[in-house]
């Protein structure tokens, strides 16, 4: 049988023309008559189905058999095999398997007449072919059973061919709808189809030939330039349904693009259930990509999740568009509704971290520094007073026991979204505020390797920090902010230190060691300027870190807002680190965990760069650093030396080791000969070499590292016990 379902095209055979070959040669005259009669039945059938029925010259058993099929539009027959004559490739053409993935007919099914017509309406409907018939034959004589009588179905596809392209253009399918398609696609379907048409043409002489018509190949590849062009922008519920003026080559392809009608933000509990939550969800919703109206976009799907968690509030986040939701006119129109479930975190928290610090005791053996732990205690409120505004508050002491002694503070407010997102920026702006206070060890007084204890001196900071902080990326950002903060250099006895001490060889303290604020008085008022832009393209790789991480932060004095001269200065460092798959090494044998196999993270290689320079009058607490647990491993913070400038260089390959990461490194820094610049050269006068490098290596189990490294000068090795990233 044939259809057309375009109202103008016959099928070039009747459905009765085809049978079984082997019943064909079992017919005789008594039968012949029979079948002409039975055919005489299907032939008006036919012409039901809009058809066209000729059994002129037909073999009676074909007839036969094929009338037994067709007699009745209820009247079911089983499938044999299925067969695709006829049917071109090319770029952008459905294979017989895409074509056939939704049809009744398929090998094994049971089906009837009207269902074979529904099939043929179905592949007409694509608008690809001129014609499609089917061709029923018997598989094999008809047995015995009561089931029902089996026949091969062989589809036979004629391309169609339409006017020569003139012009092409896209629009809705819908009146007055809007498309995204770019220029760039139209004019490249004018460029590549003709010359498609052109290449497929069978005229000897394409120069002086009228230019070729479009036909089947043609067509699909007009969908599938505009149809990639969609997928490339992640639109998944846009595509081209249709087209007009195929008869006068003026080609407009009707395009359907599935837009965001509503966006759902609910938040769910830990079990999924919807529960209430106390962030309102339009908050939530003004962070995401999607806009009604707009295209949907799988790409704007990825970017929700850090959009929401870009807030703070959300430890969970799904997308999940509804293209059928709602019905009606919207459904018609091609809108989506895109649902967004969260789960948002606990509203108020408070940690507690205790800690107890380990050095070296008399016997060169690691030993508890104090009984009395340290640590810190954190408070934070993550809806302010029904707002998404964050707040939080955090004290830390080196002996909780006797917190007064040595207490820092920070408490901090945020609020998100206070800028609009734009032109790459898919995340709203945040702004923080904050308040804080800390001691550390300064770096710049300390001994060189092997040399004499130092008296030390600590930085006692106090003052306030505003940012507004910009985020790209899930873990990309860029920052910008004005610090005002007091530095107080003191001494062991918490006494202002105008200036460093060591000992000299008579075994008297050294008065007029380098100065430890620019002041000269111990204490210096500063205001300056915070810039930071980072990159970061890291991701998880079972529990191996790859990808990349860049980081540029710039900090400019302000001048005539504290110490006299402070602010006539700027100071910049630049990070770049590679994290980069071993391939070539073999992954060990997966770990069973909770009877499931978890595959070993890949092996890695680490490369890391990071370079720094200062100009102007620079204090020397604001000098750059060389050695340490984060410049080279093996060397106490400082302990190389200090510099206006500096660089720094390590490699690391990491191996997964049943559980755990087994790693070997190579370290270097330098001061680039710049510590005589720094005011008193503190690298001279507690004899420190200005540069280093280290060899050694570790295992990281959890967040924890062993590491053993080696002084690559001097030969002596030390162990050390980290906790977090080196890079």
Request: charged share 20%; hydrophobic share 40%; proline share 8%.
């Amino acid at each position: 049988g044939g259809g057309d379902g375009n109202g103008g095209h016959k099928p070039s055979q009747p459905l009765g023309d085809l049978a079984a070959a082997d019943e064909e040669e079992e017919g005789d005259d008594e039968d012949e008559d029979e079948d002409e009669e039975e055919d005489g039945e299907y032939e008006d059938e036919e012409e039901e189905e809009g058809g066209e029925g000729d059994g002129a010259g037909a073999p009676a058993a074909s007839k036969a058999a094929a009338a037994a099929v067709s007699a009745d539009a209820k009247a079911i027959f089983s499938v044999g095999a299925v067969r695709a004559t006829g049917l071109p490739s090319g770029v952008g053409i459905p294979s017989k398997a895409d074509l056939f993935a939704d049809l009744n007919c398929r090998a094994g099914a049971t089906i009837s007449r009207a269902g074979l017509a529904e099939d043929l309406r179905t592949l007409l409907a694509t608008d690809l072919f001129e014609h499609v018939d089917a061709k029923v034959k018997a598989a094999g004589k008809k047995g015995s059973g009561s089931g029902p009588a089996r026949y091969d179905v062989e589809f036979v596809f004629s391309e169609r061919a339409y006017a020569p392209l003139r012009s092409f253009s896209v629009r809705s399918r819908l009146p007055g709808g809007s498309v995204s398609i770019p220029p760039e696609v139209t004019d490249r379907v004018m460029r590549d189809v003709p010359a498609l048409a052109a290449a497929s043409s069978s005229s000897p002489s394409p120069s002086t030939a009228s230019p070729p018509p479009l036909g089947t190949r043609e067509l699909a590849a007009i969908k599938h330039l505009v149809d990639g062009w969609y997928a490339r922008k992640g639109h998944v519920f846009s595509s081209v349904v249709g087209y007009e003026g195929l008869d006068s080559g003026d080609v407009t392809a009707l395009v359907q693009e599935g837009r965001v009608a509503q966006v759902r933000v609910t938040p769910v509990d830990d079990a999924g259930r919807k529960t209430k939550g106390y962030v309102r969800p339009g908050l939530v919703a003004a962070e995401l990509p999607f806009r009604s109206g707009e295209p949907y976009s799988a790409l704007d799907a990825a970017r929700a999740a850090p959009a929401v968690f870009a807030l703070g509030l959300h430890d969970m986040c799904q997308v999940a568009p509804d293209a059928a939701r709602g019905g009606g006119r919207a459904a018609a129109a091609g809108g989506v509704d895109v649902m967004v479930w969260v789960r948002e975190k606990p509203r108020q928290t408070a940690d507690l971290e205790l800690e107890w610090q380990v050095a070296p005791g008399a016997s060169g053996k690691p030993a508890l520094v104090a009984l009395a732990p340290g640590g810190s205690l954190t408070l934070e409120d993550r809806a302010l007073l029904g707002t998404a505004d964050t707040a939080s508050a955090s004290l830390t002491a080196a002996n909780l026991l006797s917190p007064a002694e040595d207490i820092g503070f920070r408490v901090e407010w945020r609020r998100p979204g206070v800028a609009p997102r734009g032109p790459g920026k898919p995340f709203g702006a945040a702004l923080g505020v904050a308040a804080f206070n800390s001691r550390r060890l300064s770096p710049v007084f300390t001994p060189g390797p092997g040399g004499e204890e130092v008296p030390p001196i600590f930085l006692d900071r106090i003052g306030a920090k505003v940012a507004l902080t910009q985020r790209y990326a899930r873990a990309s950002h860029a920052s910008f902010g004005l610090v005002l903060e007091q530095v107080a250099a003191r001494d062991e006895q918490g006494e202002l230190a105008p200036s460093g001490t060591r000992q000299l060889a008579s075994g008297v303290m050294s008065p007029t060691g380098p100065p430890t604020t620019l002041s000269g008085t111990g204490t210096d008022v500063n205001a300056f300027l915070q810039a930071a832009l980072v990159r970061d393209t890291t991701w998880d790789a079972r529990g191996a870190t790859l990808g990349g991480r860049d980081a540029l932060t710039v900090e400019q004095g302000v001048p005539g807002l504290g110490t006299a001269r402070a602010g006539a200065y700027n100071r910049a460092v630049l990070s770049l680190t590679r994290f980069l798959p071993l391939a070539f090494l073999p992954l060990p044998p997966a770990r069973v965990v909770a009877g499931e196999p978890v595959p070993s993270p890949p092996a890695s290689l680490v490369l890391h760069a990071k370079a720094g320079a200062a100009v102007g009058d620079l204090p020397t607490y604001a000098a750059f650093p060389v050695g340490g647990p984060h410049s080279v491993r093996g060397f106490n913070l400082g302990e190389l030396g200090v510099g206006r400038r500096f660089a720094e260089a390590a490699v690391e390959a990491r191996v997964p080791v049943k559980g755990a990461t087994g790693f070997v490194f190579g370290e270097w820094g330098s001061g680039l000969g710049s510590g005589g610049s720094v005011p008193g050269d503190p690298t001279s006068f507690y004899r420190r070499p200005g540069s280093g490098a280290s060899v050694g290596a570790g295992v990281k189990a959890g967040p924890v590292r062993f590491e053993w490294a080696r002084d690559a000068g001097t030969g002596t090795g030390s162990g050390w016990v980290r906790y977090g990233e080196r890079f």
